[in-house]
């Protein structure tokens, strides 16, 4: 069936490196994904998002890296903090009929080592 | 302007009894989905509501039941609660269903012994 998932469940960087995630998906048909942190008993928190239109988009010390080749995408934390220390997620944002749900992977544990 | 607001925050019950959960969704959000979050996973699909209806639903069974009221908050339940059920149940605003950017409460910690 169609999934989201992982690389690697957990990765760890010094505190000002720079951080990349990644992430793979299987359906060919999703438009949209967004990533998420989750911060021990927090619920997800919105990082950033892009479309299937695009291959980069860029935040405040986020990019998202999209290749619909390989059906993969990226993450990139630019010199990390401690308190980027958290779960991330992507998520597929499917539609359904008229509803759209997302379907999100299992996370990565990211540890920022001082 | 208030995120989403869950409650109760945590959630004890017994096998077999049933739980109602609650949310409001962001201020000017029609919409709001229902997420049950297993510990070391993520986040699985049960529904979605738009302006009172379901629009969409997951692969829950149909212990699981919901609804949305006129002021767009949303409640959910479950019957016949199973040791499986424990988990941490999110809710999730958007403005529409057009509008795909979904933002996430704190969420309820729900624990059946």
């Known amino acids: 069936g169609e999934s989201v998932g992982l690389h690697l469940p957990t990765l760890s960087v010094q505190e000002g490196d720079n951080s990349i995630i990644n992430c793979a998906y299987s359906?060919?048909?999703?438009?949209?994904f967004i990533w998420y942190k989750q911060e021990s008993g927090k619920g997800p928190q919105f990082i950033i998002d892009?479309?299937?239109?695009?291959d980069k988009r860029q935040g405040q010390r986020v990019t998202v890296l999209l290749n619909k080749t390989v059906k993969h995408l990226s993450l990139q934390i630019a010199a990390t903090q401690p308190g980027d220390s958290a779960v991330y997620f992507c998520?597929?944002?499917?539609?359904?009929?008229?509803?759209?749900?997302?379907?999100f992977g299992s996370g990565t544990q990211l540890t920022v080592l001082p | 302007d208030a995120g989403v607001t869950q409650s109760p925050t945590h959630l004890i019950k017994t096998r077999g009894q049933h739980v109602t959960l609650r949310c409001s969704p962001i201020?000017?959000?029609?919409?709001v989905s229902w997420y049950q979050q297993v510990l070391g996973q993520g986040p699985q699909f049960i529904f979605q509501y738009y302006e009172k209806e379901e629009r969409g639903r997951g692969n829950f069974p149909d212990r699981f039941s919901a609804r949305q009221f006129p002021n767009y908050s949303s409640e959910l339940n479950v019957n016949a609660l199973l040791l499986g059920d424990s988990a941490l149940y999110l809710c999730?605003?958007?403005?529409?269903?057009?509008?795909?950017?979904?933002?996430f409460g704190p969420g309820t910690r729900l624990l059946v012994l």
């Open positions: 892009i479309r299937s239109n695009m």
């Open positions: 999730a605003s958007s403005r529409g269903l057009a509008q795909e950017t979904q933002y």
């Open positions: 201020s000017g959000h029609k919409s």
């Open positions: 359906n060919s048909a999703s438009d949209y």
């Open positions: 998520a597929e944002n499917i539609l359904g009929g008229s509803a759209r749900q997302l379907t």
